[in-house]
């Protein structure tokens, strides 16, 4: 590989790894190109952007990244390929649901929310993070409820307090 074509690569990395706030390092090696084809397809599906690359580039782009991923160094032996994702769960639920039929995707490492996963186990905890959008939707619902239960409670009130107000005035009509 020419020189031009190497720094062409690492400039695609790098600019990758500063707009995507999540990515996964994984190891799709011993997948055969069906099933290598199969990955893509579902990555391609879920807006997973998977790039099989080496390591020595990988780790040139991470170094000139606008980020600190130093500790991510020594996990760029054999085989590597990067899912980036705008979503921090979705490469996880994916991994899961691919290793249903096969072995691999393995996981290395994942980058998400500006902290660091490290190992495959970490992969059903990744898998059930929430998402930016659910947890801003989790914390309107939580910020509307108890405004509705507020005005539950008023016009509840208010029926009840209009039924006191007709039944004082019916007294006092009496009482005349």
Do not use: W
């Not at 400039?11 to 055969?32: R, V």
């Not at 170094?63 to 600190?68: L, P, V």
């Not at 500006?114 to 930016?132: A, M």
């Amino acid at each position: 590989m020419k020189r031009e074509d190497k720094n062409v690569i690492i400039h695609e990395l790098t600019e990758k790894l500063n707009k995507y706030g999540h990515f996964y390092l994984t190891d799709i090696s011993n997948l055969d190109a069906t099933e290598t084809s199969a990955l893509r397809r579902m990555c391609f599906d879920k807006s997973i952007n998977l790039v099989v690359v080496k390591n020595t580039l990988l780790r040139i782009a991470l170094e000139q990244s606008e980020k600190n991923f130093e500790d991510l160094y020594d996990l760029l032996k054999d085989s590597t390929s990067v899912m980036f994702s705008e979503n921090a769960n979705i490469p996880a639920k994916l991994i899961k649901e691919f290793r249903r039929k096969h072995d691999r995707p393995v996981l290395k490492a994942a980058f998400v929310e500006e902290s660091f996963y490290f190992g495959d186990e970490q992969v059903d905890i990744l898998s059930q993070l929430k998402s930016r959008e659910e947890l801003i939707g989790d914390i309107v619902m939580l910020l509307q409820s108890p405004a509705k239960n507020v005005i539950s409670a008023l016009q509840s009130g208010g029926d009840k307090l209009a039924g006191i107000v007709k039944t004082l005035s019916e007294k006092s009509g009496q009482e005349a």
